[in-house]
Every structure is written in structure tokens, then in C-alpha cells.
């Protein structure tokens, strides 16, 4: 864990600006893990900010998330090979902090499971994602640097 | 999916209304999901509008959800007894897309577990919701049409 | 369940205010979750008042919360040793509602899963724990009695 979300026993103060910021964030993940299930490269790319900076424990090292894209749609393509059937991810225990320049860090987490061809979800794996978030001329949220983490691996 | 909720690729912009919006949709599906595990039906009734719609997977066609709730009634039965145990719900990955009428578009993940008496939980199938919430005259939100979808079945 | 929770088909009508309850309240179970599952303790027993009291299914009755610390560290210990690996929790389908006090009664379902070295993550029960939350004079919330449930007890 970053020293920034754990060094401090304090969450931040509530307030109607946190409960917009929360409820943006929790509604950025739900959208982005729906277009990443469905395989919709093109919009998932729409999620990350142009000079998108990527970290994937399948990476050897960060790199520019639209870059990368291909690494991402191969590896995916991959696992449901594996897994037999449709994969999905399920986003929650979010973590919330307001950085002064407007962008959010946040962390959350990321359960993934496979439901094969006539089978019952198994769960694979959760990751830990912590992200900073910046918001868009548009109104929308990006991410501007993802760093995915699973604790099996650690 | 519905052309409404993936057509666009932005999310409605952030705002307080929409933070209220979210919180109080989340809040309506913890708490109705708990009715219907508690399986008090005429609590669960209450959740739907008078002339609500359901469009069930196990369901050859729409219906009005009022007189759904025998059926309703009879197959969460059936799998009580096939699951050995009670059967739970746990909803997340909500899309809440605010309408012009005031009503919201809703899209949520509703995973559903079995606890067999003396044994740990096991998760049976995952179900995509697709709600038209209403806001009635109390304040409180009911379900005015309900169209649950099963990956695995697709 | 309790009567206070249950016993009202409607829930608290919508407001900014209950946005702003519901998105800090979540944001408490991410963090304190977080520090539980990474035996920090020390920053555990912050996230409850001096006098707290804790009702757990594994203790014979009620007990203040620092004093029951020595007894949580434990059990989490065998619990992890038993399951191989480490122990998360992962908190959703919140009920939040709050007292003429300013104190909030809520309701959650905590499911817990145990990610053994080499294996996948493997759900081992689902919790309920219902809570009263009291903001500090600094903004922040703590616990100040929690009760855990288990179903497959029941």
C-alpha cells in the first residue's frame, strides 16, 4: 500500500464534494470494467487520459496505457481461452482521496471471475487497483496512471 | 445492453444532484435485494410501482410484477431446496443514468450465493438488472419495469 | 435482523445530506476493512470509540472493543493459518440510516475470502455486520458498538 492512503489513520472530512467525488469514482469503475468485459477496446482507450501511464503485474514495466492496449486485448483474449468462457470484473472496497490539484487517487478493488459455457462464476483472482483519476474539460473522468496490483503474486 | 446505457461513451457529468441520485440507488437496491432474501414478499411487492414490469429469464415473456410474485414465490423456493440452504443477493457495478422525466435508468450486477446449513458459500450465477426507477410521491423509489438478464444463459 | 432497520418498508427520503452520509459510511468500510485485513491494530482500534462495544459470534457476549483487540488479533491469526494465506474482507449492500442523534445505524454484508499462496481466492462466509457510527470532532467516523452476525450460524 502507497504511504498516501495508509499513512494517515484519518479519512478525509465529509462534505457534499466528497460525496460527488465518491459516487463519480464509483460510477467511472462500474462504466469502465462494463466496456472492458465486453471487449470494446476503443471506448476502454476513451477511459484513460491520452499520455495514460499503465502498471501490470504481466508488464515487465509502466508504459503508456494506449500503447499497451494490445498487450491488454492479447492477454484477455488469453484468459478466457483459459478460463473456457466470459470473463468479468467486479469493482468495489473504493478508496476515495482528493488530490489538491483537482485529481483523485483512489484505490480499489478488483475481483475477477470466469463463468464457462454452461458452468457456475469461479473467482480467479482480485486485484488491487490504485489509480489517479483526473477529470476532463468534459466533465468526465480519465485515468491518467493505473497501477494494478495482485496480492497472490506479492 | 440497452443502446442507452453503451451507446455513449461519456458518463453523465459529476454534479451533486447526481451523487444524491447514485446514494439513494444504491441504498434501493441494498435494501431491497435484503426483502427479497428475508423473502418477505409483500415488503418486496412494495418495492415495484402498481403497474410494474418484470422481464425475467425464467419467465417466457413480461409481465406485471405484482402478478409475478407467485411465480417469483415458487422458483426461490425451488432453489432453496436444490441449494440445500438459503440464497442471497449481493448487487454492485451500478449505472445510474438520470432521465429527462426525472425517472433513472439503472444497470447492476447482482450476484447470487447459496449457503448450505454447515457449509461455506458458493456462488451460483451472476444476473445483469436493467431497472427504470421512479421517484414516488414519499421521496422513496420504486422499480417501474425490471429486465434481468444471466450471462450464462446468453 | 433488527426492527429499527427492517421494520420501515421506506427508506430515509433523498437528500444531499444522505449522499453525503452514504458515500462517507462507505468510504469507512474501505478503509477500515483495509487496515483489518493488513493487521495494522493499532489503526484498527482508531476506527472505533474509547468505549466502543463489540458483539461477535465468536465471543460470549458483548465487550468494549480495545479491551476485545487481544481476541480479534488471535482469532484472525488461527483463521489465517487455517486457510494457508491471507484473509480479506470485501464490504458491500450497505444500509445507512441515520438517528435523530447524528449517530448512523447501518447494515452491511461483509464477505470473506481467503487467497491461499499459489491458489485462487476462495470465499469461506459472508458476515453481517450492523454498526453505530458516530462522526468525531474531527470530521471523521468510528465505530461506536458493532454487532456480527453470521447466517450460516444462525
Known amino acids: 500500500m502507497t504511504a498516501e492512503l495508509t499513512g494517515t489513520a484519518e479519512p478525509p472530512s465529509g462534505s457534499l464534494e466528497f460525496a460527488a467525488l465518491y459516487a463519480e469514482a464509483q460510477h467511472f469503475y462500474a462504466h469502465q470494467m462494463r466496456i472492458l468485459d465486453a471487449h470494446d477496446t476503443e471506448s476502454w482507450a476513451d477511459t484513460f487520459t491520452e499520455d495514460a501511464v499503465l ?4 508488464m515487465p514495466g509502466p508504459a503508456r496505457a494506449h500503447a499497451a492496449l494490445t498487450h491488454y ?3 484477455g483474449a488469453a484468459r478466457r481461452r483459459r478460463a473456457g468462457g466470459r470473463l468479468d470484473h467486479w469493482v468495489g472496497m ?3 482521496r482528493p ?5 483523485l487517487s483512489t484505490r480499489c478493488s478488483a475481483l475477477v471471475y ?3 459455457s454452461g458452468g457456475g462464476p469461479k473467482i480467479l483472482y482480485v486485484c488491487v487497483m490504485e489509480d489517479v483519476l483526473v ?3 468534459g466533465g468526465t473522468w480519465r485515468a491518467a496512471h493505473r497501477r494494478v496490483v495482485r496480492d497472490d503474486l506479492a
Do not use: I, K
Open 99 to 103: 488530490r489538491a490539484d483537482g485529481s
Open 114 to 116: 470466469a463463468t464457462p
Open 73 to 75: 486485448v492479447r492477454v
Open 55 to 58: 502498471e501490470l503485474p504481466t
Open 94 to 96: 473504493l478508496d476515495v
Open 135 to 137: 477529470r476532463t474539460r
